[in-house]
């Protein structure tokens, strides 16, 4: 006998049973061998393919309250987290203050005091707004962790930019989230980090870069810099860039071994050569320690390029 079909809101991700009841569909149908049962009351059908806030929407359809969190927003939403993060793979769940925990298998529960605005729809799904996430955040990430997660979100690149992007948040934003929640846990650790948040860095690792700079005593540098070409079009753009003295800072992360990131990259140095500016390219082991090697290559580079220590 034929299976009953799932309509199309509940074949492309996963699904509660009580959503199931909603829908119409018979208890019978939800316990079929072609749905796989993921938690109680939950199901996901096979190859459904889903994703991001897709692929956890049953969780928020258990009640009328529940909002995905935490490490779990920060992934949906896209942020910038350490490598220990990847080691966490729970769903991070939160109901508000007054409320029970969320506890099932494979589920990290949260109670939080959520204002108005906290929480927002995103794919038919309730998640912590960007804002929301950057101050949950505060409770789990170190200070430097948590700058490259502020980094993350504020990012944005103009339609000058090979590929321009979007913020999802602003500093101004993010600092009225914390105004409205004065006694959150951590609230110091997450206004000392969006004192040090800035608009232009795509990776940690950037951020990192910018960080290590600036502490061992150089300029901060300035990124979202563009480099223009003798015709007036845009050639170069720098991770991080010290315009004044025709300095560029690249962070070559694992992808650029890669044979055509590579060869990118060597067009990359001639380009900025041709224009009259020196790149200084970074690895992952000059961010390394408590005295990361880039400053020194940072400075010495600065130096010969005019800059005078203060």
């Not at 199901?43 to 956890?56: D, I, M, S, T, Y």
């Not at 906290?118 to 430097?144: C, F, I, K, Q």
């Not at 940072?298 to 800059?307: I, K, T, Y």
């Amino acid at each position: 006998m034929r299976r009953l079909e799932l309509p199309t809101t509940l074949a492309e991700g996963s699904f509660s049973v009580l959503a199931a009841d909603a829908a119409g569909i018979p208890r019978k149908r939800t316990r079929a061998q072609d749905l796989i049962t993921v938690s109680r009351g939950i199901r996901v059908p096979p190859g459904c393919g889903a994703h991001g806030a897709a692929a956890l929407r049953a969780y928020c359809q258990l009640d009328g309250c529940t909002v995905l969190c935490h490490l779990t927003a920060a992934r949906i939403w896209r942020v910038g987290l350490p490598p220990w993060a990847d080691c966490d793979w729970r769903i991070h769940l939160a109901r508000p203050r007054g409320g029970s925990i969320p506890t099932r298998a494979n589920v990290a529960g949260h109670r939080l005091a959520l204002r108005p605005g906290d929480v927002v729809m995103l794919d038919g799904v309730r998640v912590t707004s960007p804002e929301r996430t950057y101050l949950d955040l505060a409770a789990t990430l170190a200070l430097d962790d948590l700058v490259a997660a502020g980094d993350s979100l504020v990012s944005e690149h103009g339609p000058e930019f090979p590929s321009p992007r979007a913020a999802l948040a602003s500093v101004e934003t993010l600092n009225r989230m914390l105004l409205q929640h004065p006694g959150a846990r951590h609230i110091r650790r997450a206004r000392e980090a969006l004192g040090l948040v800035r608009v232009g860095a795509d990776s940690p690792p950037e951020t990192r870069l910018r960080l290590a700079v600036v502490r061992g005593g150089l300029p901060e540098p300035e990124l979202n810099h563009v480099v223009w070409g003798p015709a007036g079009a845009p050639e170069l753009w720098p991770d991080a860039a010290y315009p004044a003295y025709g300095v560029a800072l690249q962070y070559d992360g694992l992808h650029h071994g890669g044979v055509s990131q590579h060869l990118r990259d060597i067009r990359r140095a001639r380009t900025t050569e041709r224009l009259g500016w020196c790149e200084v390219r970074v690895a992952r082991d000059d961010l390394e320690g408590e005295c990361p090697t880039v400053v020194g290559r940072v400075r010495r580079v600065l130096l010969s390029r005019g800059w005078t220590p203060r």
